[in-house]
């Protein structure tokens, strides 16, 4: 099935060969082209990173693929898998919702599923907690949750660590890791952390005023180290690449 929005063809896809195919993406704001003609695709339980400066296009691509970018002009085809999750920087918790009942939102008959989730996240227990009760790294673990046991096929996260303390931002990227493996979906995440991008993708793209400027296949060992020469080669390439020098 494909719709079209905004001079956008999103179709979406059973195919097991590719869980996203942009072709030719152009969105534009007003008189200023934010994505110039991108082409990008992703595998199936392939984690892509996406690095780049502010306004270089990146928060605009993962919207376009979440179909959260109604009424931005432009054009193009997106081809995307029909079962999609986002989670955010903030984790968008229903305040007034008891944490079980955040993480089922809008399916029917799955609070044992949304234990089971709970309990992947390190939050057996809480169920019946407030958000209010708990500290940023618990609500991004229950966005985590909510995310993850609806299975989607693709999972889109925008600098969803990115308002937690470093301490807490390692353990995510652990529990992260643990759950991508699991539950093997394609990942696209949003992040201006270079290291983040190289602990956690296999792939990292790096975006400059709305086109791919470098691109780094990851193939340091897990799980991976900043103390690794090879890690320190990598981060330095892709700050090259970002117009960063040290």
């Known amino acids: 099935m494909a719709t079209h929005t905004g001079g956008l063809t999103t179709t979406l896809t059973r195919d097991t060969t590719v869980a996203v195919e942009v072709t030719s993406l152009v969105r534009r704001y007003a008189d200023r082209v934010v994505l110039d003609e991108l082409d990008l695709a992703i595998k199936p339980g392939e984690f892509v990173a996406l690095l780049g400066k502010s306004g270089s296009g990146k928060s ?11 009424g931005v002009a432009g054009s193009g085809d997106l081809v995307v ?3 999609v999750s986002v989670v ?5 918790l229903l305040p007034w919702a008891r944490v079980l009942d955040n993480v089922v939102l809008g399916l029917s008959g799955a609070e044992e599923r949304g234990r089971k989730s709970l309990a992947e996240v390190g939050l057996a227990g809480r169920e019946n907690a407030w958000p209010s009760e708990l500290s940023g790294g618990e609500q991004q673990r229950v966005a985590l949750a909510r995310s993850l046991v609806r299975e989607p096929e693709l999972l889109l ?6 308002a937690l303390d470093a301490l807490t931002r390692l353990k995510m990227h652990a529990l992260l890791r643990k759950l991508c493996a699991a539950h093997q979906p394609a990942v696209l995440l949003v992040t201006h952390d270079v ?24 193939e340091l060992s897990t799980p991976r180290s900043p103390a690794d020469p090879g890690f320190a080669a990598v981060r330095s390439r892709l700050l090259d690449a970002l117009g960063v020098s040290l």
């Open 60 to 70: 605009t691509l993962l919207r376009a693929l979440a179909g959260l970018d109604h």
């Open 195 to 218: 290291d983040e991008s190289i602990v956690l993708a296999d792939r990292v793209i790096v975006l400059d005023e709305g086109r791919i400027v470098a691109t780094e296949t990851i």
């Open 81 to 83: 898998p029909e079962n």
């Open 157 to 162: 996260a925008d600098e969803p660590f990115g």
């Open 88 to 92: 955010f920087q903030d984790s968008r």
